[in-house]
């Protein structure tokens, strides 16, 4: 039998595809992103960020033994602690207060994405959770792979940095652990469950697409002005 995580594989290439081609993405690899949709984008990553290390939290106390509750709550330190710091550095460099930072207005895009997990999370269980918060890591380590193929992307003044991190082994191996996971826990389940996960993952992938479009666009509220 096939592991669970190929079946969410195979089914969100359609959306992942669409994701690499995306010109906030490509743009990142071909330094073609405009500057002021970078610093949307890292004001609402940040704010997304904090809520993203929320669920690490909830998974490590709903963690059914010592190893993986450990785990979870490494995963939460280093979103905090690591991958912030990658956001707080470019903001030193873009000219973003910590203040402006932190008190940045969500997006529509960000309050629906975040809102939807925070629920999965709260309601469902260690696989719904898990299934909910994969497709950003999972999606962003192979954007980041596939943008490190890129002649020049490593090395971009901008967002080289960007490209270094999400492209290196060390957050590969987080999402892989977690996909790991996810495969150990769905052994067993039945159809009407392993449906229900493979929802949660397509409908953050969605999400995920929304937030690189809402970025790119600047984008705070659909169809207002201000």
Request: glycine fraction near 6%; charged fraction near 25%.
């Amino acid at each position: 039998m096939s592991k669970f995580s190929e079946r969410l594989y195979q089914r969100v290439q359609p959306i992942w595809e669409q994701t690499h081609q995306h010109p906030f993405v490509t743009g990142l690899g071909d330094g073609s992103l405009p500057k002021d949709s970078f610093v949307f984008y890292m004001k609402q990553d940040y704010l997304f960020l904090i809520d993203y290390a929320k669920l690490f939290g909830i998974a490590s106390a709903k963690a059914h033994d010592l190893a993986t509750s450990a785990r979870f709550a490494a995963l939460q330190e280093a979103t905090l602690n690591q991958e912030m710091a990658l956001h707080r550095g470019y903001a030193d460099r873009l000219g973003i207060s910590q203040d402006e930072l932190e008190s940045t207005e969500p997006s529509f895009v960000l309050l629906a994405y975040t809102s939807y997990m925070l629920k999965v999370a709260w309601q469902g269980s260690l696989p719904e959770l898990i299934s909910a918060l994969l497709p950003c890591m999972w999606s962003y380590a192979e954007i980041g792979k596939r943008l490190a193929t890129k002649p020049g992307a490593l090395e971009h003044p901008l967002y080289g940095e960007w490209v270094s991190m999400y492209s290196s082994a060390e957050f590969g191996e987080l999402a892989e652990w977690l996909i790991q996971l996810l495969d150990r826990l769905t052994e067993g389940m039945d159809e009407q469950e392993l449906a229900r996960l493979e929802e949660h993952f397509l409908n953050t992938s969605r999400m995920e697409y929304q937030f690189w479009d809402m970025a790119y666009r600047k984008e705070r509220w659909p169809c207002l002005t201000s």
